[in-house]
């Protein structure tokens, strides 16, 4: 059974650029979340996808996007970077929501 | 708005010290409450999930318990070593969206 595994790792952008962030859940898996982590901060809910769907969303402005696909991995896309968007970006799979939560190891984003 | 605070901010001990961390949470209506584990610039590792009709979960030298009525659940470890060092964060499920404290800094000394 694989974990959640993110891709890329880091990935520096200029202010202004689009970034994609990419996901696959943990097998058996279909809801997966993206939080966002600043420094010295708790992870801050973006927003959930079940089932190709978004189901739920955070306190996040509208160039924070994402997709879910039929195999349930997923996309966050970020337009118009802005220097706070720097952070560490984590995605979460689990079985519906309210289930156990499983992390990945995160992508962290620098924009200068 | 679900609060979550986490007390301590940071804590130091010498190996071998049972130790708790502590968790408060401002709305009651949650669906559970997980206690993870942040090593630093990694991602969140699943310590325990205590769902909200539990009192506690153990796993090894973890034990978490909640108590929903009063919002506060603590995580204890026994016996700790210096491999424990990491932040730990809890996080209260009540919709949709994990609410997450800041975490606890925790470092053990040898």
């Known amino acids: 059974e694989t974990g959640v595994t993110q891709s890329p790792t880091h990935l520096i952008k200029t202010r202004g650029q689009q970034v994609t962030l990419r996901c696959s859940s943990q097998?058996?898996?279909?809801?997966v979340s993206w939080y966002q982590q600043a420094l010295g901060q708790g992870p801050q809910f973006i927003f959930q996808?079940?089932?190709?769907?978004?189901?739920g969303r955070g306190n996040f402005p509208p160039r924070f996007s994402g997709l879910q696909f039929p195999n349930y991995s997923s996309e966050l896309n970020v337009n118009a970077l802005e220097l706070d968007d720097s952070a560490l970006y984590l995605c979460?799979?689990?079985?519906?929501?309210?289930?156990?939560?499983?992390f990945g190891q995160g992508t962290r984003l620098t924009v200068v | 708005k679900q609060e979550v605070t986490q007390i301590p901010a940071a804590l130091s001990v010498p190996e071998g010290e049972n130790l708790v961390l502590n968790c408060s949470f401002t709305d009651s209506a949650i669906y559970n409450l997980q206690w993870f584990r942040q090593d630093p610039g990694k991602g969140l590792t699943s310590l325990l999930l205590i769902q909200s009709s539990q009192r506690e979960q153990t796993s090894g030298r973890l034990n978490a318990s909640l108590d929903k009525s009063s919002g506060r659940s603590t995580l204890y470890i026994a016996a700790s070593q210096p491999g424990d060092s990491a932040t730990y964060l809890c996080?209260?499920?009540?919709?949709?969206?994990?609410?997450f404290g800041k975490g606890t800094s925790l470092l053990v000394t040898p």
């Open positions: 996080a209260v499920f009540s919709g949709y969206a994990l609410n």
């Open positions: 097998s058996g898996h279909n809801t």
């Open positions: 979460a799979s689990s079985k519906t929501g309210g289930t156990e939560a499983f």
């Open positions: 996808y079940y089932r190709e769907e978004e189901n």
